[in-house]
């Protein structure tokens, strides 16, 4: 049985960025108490069904997690290491933004059972963050990585760049400032417009406009240049860390693993009965509660993943990863032989066009294929 990762979904954040198409919501109140039964109650309804599953990693996202109560916090890691086999390694990440953290808060976290912290910091430029809808200052996020960094032995944070206006030069020293304050991990990603984001109407009326063709890829290759003069690599398309040092609960997505999904609008694909289950819970927090505190669980859509769809989907995962897919592994996950899930014209074209490589039981997408991965996916994958 695939061990098992756990995404806790906290859905509340101080404001709504304008590119984020997450499922965040803002309220003037958020009744602590109330969230936090029913998570503990939708986490106990899957476990039930699940059996005492090996657990591999736990995942506080959002929304913004830092601001749960610790206490909230503590309670669901308790939860899950009594209800499935966890032992005393399995990483435990919480996202946090710094204007929801503080030396006291943090350490609260770690007290509660947290290894590993992900913080929002986006933009080490004033202008940027502000345009970016966040929250706090550079020296506000600077802060809050120097508190992260006594306080947790494991600290990632997000930045993102091809933002309106960015040059080469401005992102190339921006960068560097940031690996400097850097600990074993980044996720560096290209800004994108996402459907039903402010940043879509923006871009609509032609009022955002952000890199793109050779300085939007000029862009992704200086990231992985400067990453891995600091000893970070690319591991996945978007993530660069210390190597031993990459997300495990992330890996377990790009991998094509078994993950339980708990909390509004949360996603699953886990084992069942010899089926892959696709797992869904309602988006809006108020009714997922109400939802849990009637029936034990929030889910709205459940359903098997047909073999062609698995194989589908790990491709469109795996591919993203520097390690690319293992090919037995992919036909005993999906049902799926790889031939039988990539137009056979198409890989040989890439094979030959050095886009991807296959050899020693692998699938790789080599560093133009992933430079270029959205159009090769849509073309290679049946």
């Not at 991998?255 to 289950?277: C, E, M, N, T």
Request: hydrophobic share 45%.
């Amino acid at each position: 049985m695939e061990p098992l990762a756990l995404y806790v979904h906290w859905p509340f954040c101080l404001a709504k960025c304008p590119y984020c198409d997450f499922n965040s919501h803002v309220r003037e109140r958020i009744d602590q108490r109330r969230f936090a039964a029913a998570l503990r109650a939708e986490l106990a309804w899957e476990a039930q069904r699940l059996g005492r599953r090996n657990l591999a990693s736990i995942f506080f996202g959002g929304g913004t997690p830092s601001l749960m109560e610790p206490g909230t916090v503590a309670a669901l890691i308790d939860d899950a290491r009594r209800m499935f086999a966890a032992d005393g390694e399995i990483e435990i990440t919480l996202e946090a933004n710094p204007t929801s953290v503080e030396a006291g808060r943090l350490a609260a976290f770690r007290a509660a059972g947290v290894n590993r912290v992900s913080m929002g910091i986006q933009s080490l430029r004033e202008e940027p963050l502000r345009a970016l809808g966040r929250q706090h200052s550079v020296g506000q996020a600077i802060a809050a990585l120097e508190t992260a960094r006594r306080v947790f032995p494991r600290v990632s944070f997000d930045l993102i760049y091809a933002r309106p206006g960015q040059t080469l030069e401005d992102w190339r020293a921006e960068l560097r400032e940031a690996l400097a304050l850097a600990h074993d991990h980044l996720s560096l990603y290209q800004l994108t417009v996402e459907p039903g984001t402010a940043y879509e109407a923006l871009h609509r009326r032609g009022e955002l406009v952000l890199p793109e063709g050779e300085l939007a890829a000029s862009l992704y290759e200086a990231t992985g240049e400067e990453a891995a003069k600091f000893g970070l690599l690319g591991y996945e398309v978007s993530n660069y860390a210390v190597p031993g040092r990459e997300s495990r609960h992330n890996l377990a997505y790009w991998r094509y693993g078994d993950y339980a999904g708990i909390g509004p609008g949360a996603h699953g694909r886990v084992s069942v009965g010899g089926a892959l289950l696709a797992t869904r819970r309602h988006r809006a927090p108020e009714p997922w509660a109400a939802l849990v505190e009637a029936r034990g669980h929030g889910t709205m859509q459940e359903e098997a993943v047909a073999p062609q769809e698995r194989a589908r989907e790990a491709l469109l995962m795996g591919l993203r990863l520097a390690e690319g897919i293992d090919e037995a592994r992919f036909a005993v996950r999906t049902g799926v032989a790889l031939e039988d899930a990539v137009d056979a014209d198409v890989l040989a074209q890439a094979i030959g066009e050095g886009y991807v490589a296959r050899g020693g039981g692998r699938l790789v997408a080599l560093a133009e294929g992933r430079l270029r991965l959205d159009a090769l996916l849509g073309a290679l994958v049946l």
